[in-house]
Structure formats: structure tokens, C-alpha cells
């Protein structure tokens, strides 16, 4: 069975400083892999994907992941933290060919001046 | 392009009652839609995953006698919450996905706040 572990479900950072979320996941199978911010009262917005192209992966406002199989990680960076990052985090996997999301419990990324 | 809706976004109603909220998918064709339920301060939980013109596949747990799915179309799928309890109150957030290039990818609505009172 798939399973996505999210290390810290409180991530505070500095404004300007590197920002590390971790995803680790668990598949029998090569998987898909996501990341999607939500913001309070919102709906879910991706930010990045990957699908078996390229292990280094960049998304929307300046994140980024890696693929790293050895590790079974797929951790979202960005190299300066901006007010407007404050969110709660969600890493995702899916199983190749089927559609069905399974969620990490979230992390949620405060920024401080 | 890939926007999905929700409606209402929110809703207060007595117990007892129903509850119907929309997914709709505004600029393209859905093969599968999803509903999630989401509680304060923790993850989103799959509650079913519904086919056009067919019967949706629940999650364990999950009563379909309670949530009634339809998905009327491709780009419309309705979750009706029957006689609605204080413990339904909840965020649902539904999505789906996009037909041909990009099907792996869900796309999510802005969810549908619920209080039972």
C-alpha cells in the first residue's frame, strides 16, 4: 500500500531563508508525485509534479522538488522564503495509471520577518 | 486553463436536512471526479471517486447511503449530504481530472464549508 510521511508538521522560517519541506513516500511501484499548497479557506493549488521525466523538478513561485528513488524522498525546496509562502503543504502520491491521490498530514510553512 | 468550481462554498444548515454541493469543471472534460473531506488542521480524506455515467467506488468507511454521488456529466458531479448530522460538518473539496495530456494531474476546487447545526 502507498503512504506519504510529511517530517514536520510546522515549518518556521525566516523571510528570505531557504525553505525545506520533506516528503518521504512508500510505493511497491514507481509513483507520481505532488506537491500542492493550500491556503486558509482555499481549495488545494498545485505546485509542482513529477511523473518519470526529469528527478529535479521546478514548479510555480519558485519551488522545487527532487526525485530521489535511493531515498524514496521527493522534498520541496526554495531558496528564498516570501511572506506570501505561508501555507499549509500537502506531498501526494499516486500510483502510475491509477488517478487516486494519497495524502501526507500536511506541513504548515510560517514566515516571519 | 483546468479551473474547477464548487457551490455553494459554503452553507449552514439544521440537522436533519440535505445538503447538495457542486463540482463542476469549467474548461474542460473530466474523465474522474474525487471528493474529499477535510477537518480543521488535518489532511485531506478521500471520501469517493466517481466516472461519468457510472456508479462511484467509496473509501472504506465511507457510507454511500449518506453521501449520494452523481456525476451527471463530464463536466458536473453533485455529492448530496442526507439528513445531515453536526459530525458532517465539514470543508469538502472535490477535484478531477482533465481528459487526454495531463490525466495524472487532479485539479481541485476552492471547497464547500459545511455546518450542521
Known amino acids: 500500500a502507498q503512504s506519504v510521511t510529511q517530517l514536520g508538521s510546522h515549518v518556521s522560517v525566516s523571510e528570505g531563508a531557504l525553505v525545506l519541506l520533506r516528503c518521504n513516500y512508500s510505493s511497491s511501484v514507481p509513483p507520481y508525485l505532488f506537491w500542492y499548497v493550500q491556503y486558509p479557506n482555499q481549495g488545494l493549488q498545485l505546485l509542482l509534479k513529477?511523473?518519470?521525466?526529469?528527478?529535479l523538478v521546478k514548479g510555480i513561485n519558485g519551488f522545487e522538488a527532487e526525485f530521489k528513488k535511493s531515498e524514496t524522498s521527493f522534498h520541496l525546496t526554495k531558496p528564498s522564503a516570501h511572506m506570501s509562502d505561508a501555507a499549509e503543504y500537502f506531498c501526494a502520491v499516486s500510483e502510475r495509471g491509477y488517478n487516486k491521490l494519497i495524502f501526507g498530514a500536511g506541513t504548515r510553512l510560517a514566515v516571519h520577518p | 486553463g483546468a479551473v474547477v468550481s464548487q457551490h455553494p462554498s459554503w452553507v449552514i444548515c439544521k440537522s436533519g436536512t440535505s445538503v447538495k454541493i457542486e463540482c463542476r469543471s469549467l474548461d474542460f472534460q473530466a474523465t474522474t471526479m474525487f471528493w474529499y473531506r477535510q477537518f480543521p488542521k488535518q489532511s485531506l480524506m478521500l471520501m469517493a471517486t466517481s466516472n461519468e455515467g457510472s456508479k462511484a467506488t467509496y473509501e472504506q468507511g465511507v457510507e454511500k447511503d449518506k453521501f449520494l454521488i452523481n456525476h451527471a456529466s463530464l463536466t458536473l458531479s453533485t455529492l448530496t449530504v442526507t439528513s445531515a448530522h453536526p459530525e458532517d460538518s465539514s470543508f469538502y473539496i472535490c477535484s478531477a481530472n482533465k481528459q487526454g495530456p495531463g490525466t495524472d494531474t487532479q485539479y481541485f476546487g476552492p471547497g464547500t464549508r459545511l455546518t450542521v447545526l
Open positions: 513529477y511523473t518519470s521525466a526529469a528527478t
